[in-house]
């Protein structure tokens, strides 16, 4: 089956053995190119290979982040595809392969995803290390990996025999120069001056545009200077001319919005806040989902097998997650339990007591996740903890090498862990990946998520963790909006997710929902916490999927059939 649909995204998470990936972002799309093998979608990924991958953290005993290259060895994993390619970038000729990973669906379909490098010989020194970090370097790095990854895919695509793409999904403004390159293709060889009206309405026609960042400062921009520089005279005028520089700088969500005829956010809220962003552009929403077999541990994927043959192939059978019984929910979630302890243990070399209620926060350590709400007041920790019941705290997640904020925010964690050390016991997992998310998520008694609205785009992390009986407590933003049925699936941080953000309010809600629901149901009405986490995996694991998810793109953004 030719491929019809192109997704470009900067990072995609393929597997734990390959590292292209550093958060979210990456594992939706990871997640995304799952779902259409599983659907027998004729799709196709696009990404950059990161021979360096982002980074392996070390944290030492104060939570000081250091970063470490990801080595890995492609060849070993990857096939290698014959074409090369040009890009044009700074004047300079560079030439770049590809390397093909194979996305295998349940009956077998194929997504192929190629890889792009810039290693070659025949490359300067620096222009080979244009494919080796993802998000390293400074602007000019960002930019020329954007030209590989926009004008190179398109152009790989090509040489690929797969002229007969119809749709480009660009996954974020990382890949917004395709539209250079598709104008460009369209032209044959006469100049950007000449595109008419006719040619750039032929581009929308066949891009597709998702955002998922709700602030500004998190599009990427460029000066007018450095875009010259590196896309040259030509491609930087016709871009003035379409008016994409706004104050002198290039914004590449906003090339992306100008050039694709469907844009949508990632939640509900999220299409309000981007449409409020963006005025002049229709941005619609799909709400995010995660692969439900990536992310289901095998305990709770045994128990669906047994109750649900039919889950893998459709979630939404997950909706029947309600007539199994609480003592085997009680039971795969122990087993779930026990494997997460064991990895901590084995990786960190600290026991955590498998009786004791479990609280886990895993985020990217950044200023608006907030990963110190919970710790905002040690004294009424302690409190709760004597008086209501003991629980442990499991935290994960890097900061970014540039953001001294989220560094200094695991460097808090550490501290705080160390005041509470004999009354809650909190660890902090190091290098958090995929391999580890996965326990993670499925582990803990209960999701932590304190972002400060409106930031939230969606997130995905109390998704993953639904699917194996996990309910969240969090503050009422993203996806939690859409899933959040109080006392049901979880419990809300905050009362009123359409009033202005109160910090203060957030965390008194955080600690009374502790106090005075959750531990004592947990510890009290054991049964009645079990219907919760039944109800998570039945009401949000049957819809927050990227099946569900795929399935809306195709019918409304892409015109196939599923």
Not at 126 to 155: A, K, N, P
Not at 277 to 301: E, K, L, Q
Not at 399 to 415: C, E, L, M, N, T
Request: aromatic share 8%; with cysteine.
């Amino acid at each position: 089956m030719n491929p019809r649909v192109a997704y470009f995204s900067m990072e995609i998470a393929l597997d734990p053995a390959v590292p292209t990936y550093a958060g979210g972002l990456g594992v939706l799309a990871g997640d995304t190119l799952l779902s259409a093998a599983d659907l027998g979608l004729p799709m196709v990924g696009l990404t950059l290979l990161y021979r360096q991958g982002y980074f392996r953290q070390q944290l030492d005993t104060t939570g000081v982040q250091r970063e470490l290259p990801e080595q890995w060895r492609p060849e070993e994993l990857l096939d290698p595809v014959e074409p090369r390619v040009t890009v044009e970038i700074e004047d300079r000729a560079i030439r770049v392969r590809a390397w093909r990973w194979q996305v295998r669906g349940i009956t077998g379909h194929v997504v192929p995803v190629y890889l792009l490098d810039t290693a070659l010989e025949e490359n300067p020194a620096w222009d080979r290390t244009l494919t080796d970090s993802l998000y390293g370097g400074d602007e000019r790095y960002r930019l020329c990996q954007e030209v590989v990854l926009g004008i190179g895919g398109v152009r790989m695509l090509l040489a690929l025999g797969n002229g007969a793409i119809e749709t480009f999904h660009m996954n974020e403004g990382h890949a917004a120069l395709l539209s250079v390159a598709l104008v460009e293709q369209r032209l044959a060889g006469r100049p950007l001056s000449a595109a008419t009206r006719d040619d750039l309405e032929a581009l929308r026609r066949r891009c597709v545009f998702t955002t998922h960042t709700p602030v500004p400062a998190g599009h990427d921009q460029f000066s007018r200077e450095l875009t010259e520089r590196v896309l040259g005279r030509e491609r930087t005028e016709a871009l003035e001319r379409a008016q994409r520089f706004h104050d002198g700088m290039l914004n590449m969500t906003n090339l992306g919005l100008h050039a694709s005829h469907y844009i949508n956010g990632v939640g509900m809220r999220h299409g309000e806040v981007s449409r409020s962003m963006f005025p002049s552009y229709p941005v619609r929403a799909i709400t995010n989902g995660v692969h439900a077999a990536r992310w289901t541990s095998t305990p709770f994927a045994a128990l669906y097998d047994r109750h649900i043959p039919e889950w893998r192939r459709d979630n939404l059978y997950l909706r029947y997650a309600v007539g199994i019984g609480l003592e085997e929910i009680a039971a795969a979630h122990a087993e779930a339990k026990r494997v997460l302890l064991d990895e901590i243990q084995e990786h960190s070399g600290v026991a955590l007591d498998p009786k004791l209620f479990t609280i886990g926060f895993a985020r990217r350590a950044t200023g608006y996740k907030r990963p110190e709400l919970l710790l905002a007041d040690l004294d009424r920790l302690r409190s709760i903890a004597s008086r209501m019941g003991p629980f442990q705290v499991i935290y994960a997640g890097k900061a970014h090498p540039q953001d001294k904020s989220g560094r200094d925010s695991i460097q808090r964690v550490f501290q705080a862990a160390r005041e509470l050390a004999g009354h809650v016991p909190v660890v902090y997992v190091e290098n958090y990946d995929l391999h580890r998310a996965c326990f993670l998520t499925a582990g803990v008694d209960l999701w932590l998520n304190t972002p400060q609205r409106p930031q939230e785009a969606s997130g995905t992390s109390g998704m993953k963790a639904a699917l194996n009986g996990v309910p969240s407590l969090s503050v009422l933003d993203g996806w939690w909006l859409e899933g959040h049925v109080e006392g049901v699936t979880g419990w809300a941080i905050g009362h009123d997710e359409n009033g202005p953000a109160n910090t203060a309010v957030e965390v008194a809600s955080l600690y009374e929902k502790l106090e005075s629901v959750i531990l004592p149901m947990f510890y009290g009405r054991p049964e009645a916490y079990r219907a919760v986490m039944r109800s998570a995996i039945a009401l949000n694991g049957s819809f927050f999927n990227t099946q569900r998810m795929l399935r809306q793109y195709a019918q409304n953004a892409y015109g196939i059939e599923c």
